[in-house]
């Protein structure tokens, strides 16, 4: 029971805090604004049903999370999926786009790894630039690419795919040349010793020892991946997805849509971050590694 | 015999296959090529080719192919402006030759003897460098050559243009965005995340229970609160700082308690043979020891900080702003100029990377990542 005492407990208390400030906050945040309604009205309730009040305001400036976790549960559940309004049918346009560029800019990341460690002018030409890459704010370019290949005609997945790409490839060949590059010297003479060839050594000895670090930065990957497809959607004119449904309720005030959304976007990054990890922990072990 | 290297093989076949479907271009306008420049061209490149397969004094060698192969291909390049859309398959056959020659000259360059300390360090420069200026070169010399649309890619030399003409404004947007936003937001974020995280060292209860939220959070899309902190902070600067310091204080605060927990056992003994207090061995030991994740973490969140500030700027600012500018003027499709901003934010962001990794050198002078370089 020690990861009941030692994590349960602490995590639930910490969560139940963040709760009772959040409430105590809403109050305070809402407050203003209840206030002018009610002289507006010309009541004047007691505290108790004043406090009830700011928690379940339509537009309030920090909703409770009830009213959040109500409009989820509406927007998850209880809504056609096929509805524009449904979360589910928004987390999948994002998760579409997001998987869709996750995949090839991992599989662009671990090319450029695989080139990067055999091809001793690529190490020293390309290497620097995609770390001098990770320091530049590539999320700004999002909007760009959105709109230039809406003028020539592409809209839909491809663009939103391609920033994900772009957003998912670095950590992928950052992590994949350090992970083919992690086999000791005494592994590698080992294969020497066997007359391995550079490819059976490659299969047989790079690829098992690079799968932790593959999937430690893939899980950062798709995390990216994610930013990057609701970042995408917000230039499109709010047509469907988590980044949409931000940027409408935006405009209309929607706060405790927006909320939902954004918790409907946490949930999808979970389930994506915890999806890798199973992955690789399943791999790892079909590739020898000591549970 | 030495092998020939497959870079110069196929960069002299293009050669004369460029050679033999002359000219370079259409004559769109006024300016195309002329003789001399193209019969300099091919003779640079076929000389290059020559040199670099010869293997005659490798630095001179070298050297010359540098020369030989650059003047090439700004001839090429410098030609095709004016006649954007003009260039025929024999220019870009040129064009890959020269390219092919470069990579070959990367490599040249990438198998010399550095002698001195300086010539190392100047051979690690003057290659990722090459390369970079290569993919310049070629990004002019195929969107002008081929005639991209404006919208779609402009060459880098416009992007140069408007950026050099529109300085002031660029300045602005750099100042709101940078210097007040990001600025301030990075240093409360990493502030809180830093003093959150010596509470949470001092009391377990809390670290047990922080450490999985924070590392939970650190994988969610934050940059989600944007719209909502607009709402709350306003239009201005306030808001964007709002939401990096949200950004960047969970990377902090979940680094630096990995990094509290990173000094040794037998160091910590030590400290209380020493009969030194929590803060003594805080601050004359478990602090140096976590600098190097706690600069990580900065490094993390330089970047994350800039992202944060500018894409919080899509959901409504004042008239100034590196991400009003960028989401403003792809709308009138002025693209040189939201290249031009990136640039900028390019700029920045590395400015911004190398001071905390200068800090971070001059900081943790004794850790072995840095002695050992």
């Not at chain 2, 404006?150 to 709101?176: C, E, H, K, M, Y």
């Amino acid at each position: 029971m020690d990861s009941f005492r030692d994590k349960i407990v602490p995590v639930s208390v910490i969560v139940a805090a963040i709760l009772v400030v959040w409430y105590v906050a809403a109050i305070f945040m809402n407050a203003p604004y209840q206030r002018e309604l009610n002289a507006r009205a010309h009541v004047t309730p007691d505290l108790g049903a004043f406090i009830g009040q700011t928690w379940a305001q339509r537009k309030p400036t920090l909703p409770a999370p009830h009213q959040i976790a109500e409009n989820f549960f509406k927007n998850t559940f209880l809504v056609k999926i096929t509805s524009r309004r449904s979360l589910v049918y928004n987390s999948w346009v994002t998760l579409s786009s997001t998987m869709a560029g996750f995949a090839s800019g991992t599989l662009l990341g671990i090319l450029i790894a695989v080139g990067i460690v055999h091809v001793p002018v690529l190490d020293r030409s390309l290497m620097p630039w995609i770390i001098a890459s990770q320091t530049i704010p590539i999320l700004a370019i999002a909007p760009m690419v959105v709109v230039v290949f809406a003028a020539i005609g592409i809209t839909g997945l491809i663009p939103k795919a391609l920033i994900s790409t772009y957003l998912s490839f670095f950590p992928v060949a950052v992590g994949m040349v350090k992970g083919l590059r992690s086999p000791d010297i005494l592994h590698l003479d080992l294969m020497h010793t066997y007359n391995a060839s550079k490819v059976q050594a490659f299969w047989k000895l790079r690829v098992p020892a690079s799968m932790p670090f593959l999937f430690t930065s893939m899980k950062v990957a798709v995390a990216a991946s994610l930013v990057g497809a609701i970042v995408a959607e917000l230039p499109t004119g709010a047509v469907a997805g988590i980044g949409a449904k931000l940027l409408a309720g935006s405009y209309y005030s929607q706060t405790i849509d927006m909320w939902s959304a954004l918790v409907a976007g946490s949930v999808v990054a979970v389930l994506l971050v915890a999806t890798v990890g199973v992955v690789g922990r399943f791999v790892e072990l079909r590739m020898g590694a000591r549970p | 015999m030495r092998h020939l290297a497959w870079q110069s093989v196929l960069a002299l076949v293009l050669c004369l296959a460029g050679a033999a479907m002359l000219p370079l271009a259409d004559a769109v306008s006024a300016l195309p090529f002329t003789v001399g420049q193209t019969a300099a061209v091919e003779l640079l490149l076929l000389a290059s080719v020559f040199v670099s397969v010869s293997g005659i004094n490798p630095l001179g060698g070298a050297i010359f192919l540098f020369l030989a192969v650059h003047i090439a291909a700004f001839t090429l390049v410098g030609g095709i402006a004016g006649n954007e859309g003009g260039a025929r398959l024999s220019f870009f056959l040129l064009l890959a030759a020269a390219w092919l020659l470069a990579w070959r000259l990367n490599v040249l360059i990438s198998g010399l003897k550095a002698g001195s300390r300086g010539a190392r360090n100047f051979q690690r420069l003057i290659v990722p460098t090459l390369f970079g200026v290569w993919i310049l070169i070629l990004w002019e010399g195929i969107t002008r050559g081929a005639g991209v649309p404006f919208v779609l890619l402009p060459p880098p030399t416009s992007i140069a243009v408007r950026f050099a003409n529109s300085l002031p404004i660029l300045g602005a947007d750099l100042v709101q965005t940078v210097f007040k936003a990001v600025v301030a937001g990075y240093v409360i974020g990493c502030g809180a995340g830093f003093i959150v995280a010596i509470l949470a060292d001092r009391v377990p209860f809390l670290r047990k229970g922080m450490l999985p939220i924070g590392n939970v959070v650190s994988a969610l899309p934050i940059i989600g609160i944007a719209p909502i902190m607009v709402m709350w902070f306003g239009f201005d600067w306030p808001s964007k700082a709002a939401v990096v310091v949200v950004m960047t204080f969970f990377p902090m605060l979940v680094n630096t308690v990995a990094g509290l927990a990173a000094s040794g056992h037998m160091e910590r003994d030590l400290m209380r043979t020493y009969a030194s207090n929590y803060w003594q061995t805080l601050f004359k030991l478990r602090l140096p020891a976590a600098a190097p994740f706690i600069f990580n973490a900065l490094k993390i969140n330089s970047t994350l900080a800039l992202i944060g500030a500018i894409v919080a700027e899509f959901f409504g600012t004042p008239i100034v702003g590196m991400g009003f500018r960028i989401s403003t003027e792809v709308g009138r499709m002025n693209i040189d100029m939201v290249w031009a901003e990136i640039a900028v934010a390019a700029i920045a962001g590395s400015i911004f990377y190398g001071v905390v990794a200068l800090v971070e050198r001059a900081v943790t002078f004794w850790h072995p990542s840095v002695r050992g370089g």
